[in-house]
């Protein structure tokens, strides 16, 4: 079977696709798949990957370049510009596919727009964050007729708007943080007013965050009213809506991994316990001191409903495939709410969803070969109800 490594794109989440890439092209090239891999650059080019293992050689990356440590170590940091970030290993990017084959990372290959042909019999899309997670990528597979791993278009886009997914939840009775919406055009055009309505109802500290978007870019922890301006501006560099939230002193933060399509189940939860304030992208990435604690310190009661709240959101939301249900739990009164889905999580083998899932016994060779096969259930059972026109019986 022919699977299709999908990776890169034009989200702030690259360097991360990339490296969830490397995991994911060794653990289906060890399953006996036959896997071919096509990176989109930052500026959206399509490249077919040609020596797939040279680009996702460890060493090839190290060579010449200091020491490499995928994404964590004193050597690596974040680029400055917040519209750019990457993981840089002594002053270059490594880890970003670039539109230069000099460069160093570099994708050593040929653009697909030439019209060369590849057959594959599914995608494994591991595009983060906007154009690649928000639906867009999905509807062209779906276009295309292609089974592709992960949620369809529909719960795609509707995971990737925080803002509309607690619509959907909140319809659902699913309990879920609260949140003022404000779209950048008002921002805009009437700052003082809207500034006004935030504090009138707002409880400090307050979470200011874009509604699509991922790894924590564009969040920030505001303490104060005087904070709140600035927080808005940057959360408005990745989206045109922010959401302000109360920040959720005291809870846990706590991920569980939900996998399948019809019956999904739920892994056992996870507690992230952040060195800096909040879990930020430098905390998620680069941070050392960031612990992940595998089982979550739950009672069993709560884990369990933690559970299947996550399945509940899963399927609210129309999920199939995958998806890390995200919450803020406090142990002492037991309450909880969910924060956000990530329909397409990191997906390296230190990443949470594939740790949730070792922990739970499926290791993560496994949990890429049973994505595969939802994929292609997916897909052999969404079309059910289409019928040819003209034809008479079921498509």
């Known amino acids: 079977m022919r699977v299709a490594v999908l990776f890169g794109g034009r989200s702030g989440e690259h360097e991360v696709s990339v490296m969830s890439a490397r995991?994911?092209?060794?653990?289906?090239?060890?399953?006996?798949?036959?896997?071919?891999?096509?990176?989109?650059?930052?500026?959206?080019?399509?490249?077919?990957?040609?020596?797939?293992?040279?680009?996702?050689?460890?060493?090839?990356?190290?060579?010449?370049?200091?020491?490499?440590?995928?994404?964590?170590?004193?050597?690596?940091?974040?680029?400055?510009?917040?519209?750019?970030p990457g993981i840089w290993v002594n002053g270059t990017n490594v880890y970003e596919l670039s539109d230069s084959p000099e460069g160093p990372g570099a994708a050593r290959g040929q653009r697909t727009s030439g019209g060369a042909r590849i057959d594959v019999d599914v995608v494994f899309p591991v595009l983060h964050g906007t154009f690649g997670e928000d639906g867009t990528v999905q509807g062209l597979l779906e276009l295309a007729g292609i089974p592709f791993v992960g949620s369809g278009t529909l719960a795609s886009a509707i995971c990737m708007d925080k803002d509309t997914t607690k619509m959907v939840l909140s319809k659902h009775e699913i309990p879920i943080v609260p949140a003022i919406t404000v779209e950048r055009w008002k921002w805009q055009s009437q700052r003082d007013e809207v500034l006004e309505e935030i504090c009138a109802h707002a409880a400090f500290p307050v979470f200011v965050k874009p509604s699509a978007s991922g790894s924590s870019l564009g969040v920030s922890k505001v303490k104060d009213r005087n904070g709140l301006p600035g927080a808005?501006?940057?959360a408005f560099l990745y989206d045109l809506k922010a959401l302000i939230e109360p920040s959720q002193e005291g809870a846990l933060e706590i991920e569980c991994s939900v996998l399948g399509n019809e019956r999904p189940a739920a892994s056992v939860p996870?507690?992230?316990?952040?060195?800096?304030?909040?879990?930020d992208?430098?905390?998620?990435?680069?941070?050392?001191s960031t612990r992940l604690v595998v089982p979550a310190p739950l009672e069993d009661s709560l884990a369990d409903r933690?559970?299947?709240?996550?399945?509940?959101?899963?399927?609210?939301?129309g999920c199939s495939g995958l998806a890390r249900i995200d919450f803020f739990v406090y142990p002492d009164t037991?309450?909880?709410?969910?924060?956000?889905?990530?329909?397409?999580?990191?997906?390296?083998?230190?990443?949470?969803?594939?740790?949730?899932?070792?922990?739970?016994?499926?290791?993560?060779?496994?949990?890429?070969?049973?994505?595969?096969?939802?994929?292609?259930?997916?897909?052999?059972?969404?079309?059910?109800?289409?019928?040819?026109?003209?034809?008479?019986?079921?498509?």
């Not at 399953?31 to 020596?51: L, N, P, Q, S, Y």
């Not at 992208?281 to 050392?288: F, G, Q, V, W």
């Open 23 to 84: 995991s994911l092209f060794g653990a289906l090239v060890e399953g006996g798949f036959d896997v071919v891999c096509v990176g989109i650059t930052r500026e959206g080019h399509w490249v077919f990957i040609e020596e797939a293992v040279g680009f996702f050689d460890k060493s090839s990356l190290e060579e010449g370049y200091g020491e490499v440590t995928v994404g964590l170590g004193p050597s690596c940091y974040i680029l400055p510009d917040p519209l750019r």
């Open 232 to 234: 808005i501006d940057n």
């Open 270 to 279: 996870g507690q992230i316990i952040p060195s800096r304030e909040f879990y």
């Open 281 to 288: 992208y430098e905390a998620k990435y680069l941070d050392r």
């Open 306 to 317: 933690v559970k299947a709240v996550a399945i509940d959101a899963f399927r609210a939301a």
């Open 334 to 395: 037991g309450e909880l709410y969910v924060n956000e889905i990530n329909t397409l999580p990191g997906f390296t083998e230190v990443s949470m969803y594939p740790k949730l899932w070792e922990a739970s016994g499926l290791p993560y060779s496994e949990l890429v070969e049973r994505l595969v096969e939802l994929a292609l259930e997916r897909k052999s059972t969404s079309y059910r109800h289409v019928k040819r026109v003209g034809a008479s019986g079921d498509a």
